[in-house]
């Protein structure tokens, strides 16, 4: 019985490699089987095999990774959870996201994104980006989501999936302490050159009041042109100023002023992601149990969050 099958197999594996060469010829009768009975062509979509025939669409199928629906899903909650890692893009900004003593990022924002980071079951990674490209890095999936004090601005909340607003905030003056009482009037700025983080709301509202100004890389670097005097102010978020200027801070010698506006931060996904609706759960699970209020008096913004 052996010998049988493997004759059968042979004659089988002989016969269609002859029956491509039939089809090319001129000939248009079909081959003859063992018993002298037209035989039809095999299927050009199938793989004869000693198993029997399977068509190629359905071995296809069947290699595919069982991981590729987190690809082609268009969840970036599968996507994250798939590589176990959450990128977090943000900039020197403190009490948001700012380095300790041993390198390590901590501050409200980056203790809240480990947290989340931890419900969802990966690590988190923070890479400092330009602030200018953020929506570009988000595209591009160098980054998962920006999370780093944004005011949720028209240009923000229409290009990126965002979260609820979780602290309010607003642009202040930054100075010199000695000329505070220069710059207590929207009226009186026009004269001066302002220090502004590019693309960040601090330029808007230099713009919308065109103002002076000089675009630099972080708030941070703002406050250094204050400092060194090539700048005559800055225009900062509040939270930033309150944690980094006056008595007892690195820059006791400047101080802030009046505020030009009233905003809400919130954190920035790719348009659609899935993980916008993820984190405003995980927003009024931390808020009800006091665990985001926790967070935010270790750092001193408690009195700046936004009920969820």
Not at 71 to 77: A, F, M, Q
Not at 199 to 214: F, K, R, V
């Amino acid at each position: 019985m052996k010998k049988l099958t493997r004759m059968a197999l042979a004659f089988t594996t002989t016969l269609m490699l002859t029956l491509p060469l039939a089809g090319c010829g001129s000939s248009d009768a079909p081959a003859a089987s063992s018993d002298g009975s037209a035989s039809p062509a095999a299927p050009t979509d199938s793989v004869q095999t000693e198993q029997g025939t399977t068509s190629e669409s359905t071995q296809a199928a069947e290699s595919a990774p069982d991981d590729a629906g987190a690809e082609t899903s268009g969840s970036d909650l599968d996507y994250v959870k798939g590589k176990g890692t959450l990128v977090v893009g943000i900039t020197d900004f403190e009490p948001m996201d700012y380095k300790d003593e041993n390198g390590e990022w901590i501050g409200f924002d980056a203790d809240m994104a480990k947290a989340f980071a931890e419900s969802l079951g990966v690590s988190v990674e923070f890479v400092e980006i330009d602030w200018d490209n953020k929506i570009l890095e988000l595209d591009g999936k160098t980054i998962d989501c920006v999370w780093n004090g944004m005011t949720l601005t028209p240009e923000v909340t229409g290009s990126m999936e965002c979260s609820a607003a979780y602290c309010n905030n607003a642009q202040v003056i930054v100075v010199p302490s000695a000329q505070a009482d220069d710059f207590q009037e929207k009226s009186d700025l026009s004269q001066y050159n302002f220090a502004v983080e590019a693309g960040s709301a601090g330029e808007q509202q230099a713009i919308s009041l065109e103002l002076p100004h000089t675009p630099v890389k972080a708030q941070s670097d703002a406050l250094m042109e204050v400092a060194a005097g090539t700048s005559d102010a800055a225009i900062i978020d509040s939270l930033m100023a309150a944690a980094m200027v006056g008595e007892g801070t690195g820059y006791a010698d400047l101080t802030y002023t009046i505020g030009l506006n009233d905003e809400e931060y919130g954190v920035g996904f790719r348009k659609g992601s899935d993980l916008a609706a993820s984190l405003n759960d995980f927003f009024a699970a931390s808020y009800q149990d006091g665990s985001m209020l926790e967070i935010a008096e270790r750092y001193g913004v408690q009195a700046a969050l936004v009920e969820q």
